[in-house]
């Protein structure tokens, strides 16, 4: 028969109590040490990375100037739409998959499914790109019921350049049209491409491109406060945008139109000057075109 000694058995208890409770305190030491890592030495990154996270700088981009004739007649100037916008990053679910979805609720025509798709491959993937343009009160309506299924998509306000007599003096005007990497490189290479933040446009040809940047303004900015979803929850501080100067020519609009309309059908090039000051008084080029159809692309 054996006998248990309660003395060994209190020994080999203690040991494994102290065993267990070194390594508790060790678990709790490499804890405190995490923490003081994360809290004192790494305070300022995570802090930073926390605000970034919070709180969203948002452009503000400005009315582009208009472009006015000698008696202040518009040929060109800007007006506001709503504008459909998918932003690739934050989908979860499939692009095709989304603008099928979304398809059922605003109309998407091959066109912008075709645009939409090159301005993807010509953008970076966290950019908000249109997928529709010019929405109806209508389809913002249908959408905003349903925008719960779609993140990444949301409905955006967006100024948009018109020339409101079409193809009038268009060789003169000329047009803009969506930012492409050669006007990236041209922007940055002259320090203005924080001043072209969130600006889509850009001019190509004619007087739109030569004026170019007194027509684009000073783009402003919004501080403000995003919540889990990337939703604006609130606006922190706010810097408006400087609108573009407006550009008067020495253009007549009435005596340009006399003389494009005094070409007909027939091919050719006017230049009207006035001799005491040098100004051109109208400038017309046949076959002309309407700059309107540059503006969002063929």
Do not use: C
């Amino acid at each position: 028969m054996e006998f248990k000694n309660p003395q060994e058995d209190l020994e080999r208890f203690r040991n494994r109590l102290t065993i267990a409770g070194g390594f508790v305190l060790f678990a709790f030491g490499l804890l405190f040490l995490r923490f003081v890592w994360l809290q004192v030495v790494q305070h300022e990154y995570y802090r930073t990375r926390a605000e970034n996270n919070r709180i969203s700088m948002v452009p503000i981009v400005p009315n582009r100037g208009l472009i006015v004739d000698r008696n202040g007649v518009v040929l060109a100037r800007n007006y506001s739409a709503y504008t459909l916008e998918i932003t690739p990053s934050r989908l979860n679910a499939g692009l095709e998959a989304v603008i099928d979805g979304l398809s059922e609720l605003v109309d998407i025509q091959p066109k912008d499914r075709k645009r939409f798709r090159k301005l993807l491959e010509e953008s970076k993937n966290f950019e908000s790109l249109p997928i529709r343009t010019r929405l109806t009160d209508e389809e913002v309506a249908r959408f905003i019921v349903q925008r719960y299924r779609f993140p990444g998509v949301d409905i955006k306000a967006r100024l948009f350049r018109q020339y409101p007599m079409n193809a009038f003096a268009a060789h003169l005007l000329g047009y803009i049209g969506r930012v492409n990497t050669q006007d990236v490189e041209n922007i940055e290479n002259i320090g203005q491409d924080a001043n072209y933040r969130g600006t889509e446009h850009f001019g190509k040809t004619g007087l739109e491109q030569r004026y170019e940047f007194e027509l684009h303004g000073t783009t402003g900015f919004e501080q403000v406060e995003v919540d889990a979803g990337g939703r604006a929850a609130r606006t922190l501080s706010h810097t408006p945008p400087v609108p573009g100067n407006n550009l008067t020519l020495t253009v007549d609009a009435k005596l340009q139109e006399v003389a494009e309309k005094a070409f007909g059908d027939r091919r050719g090039a006017l230049v009207a000057i006035e001799p005491s000051s040098g100004g051109v008084l109208a400038l017309v080029s046949v076959p002309n075109y309407d700059p309107n159809l540059f503006v969002d692309g063929i």
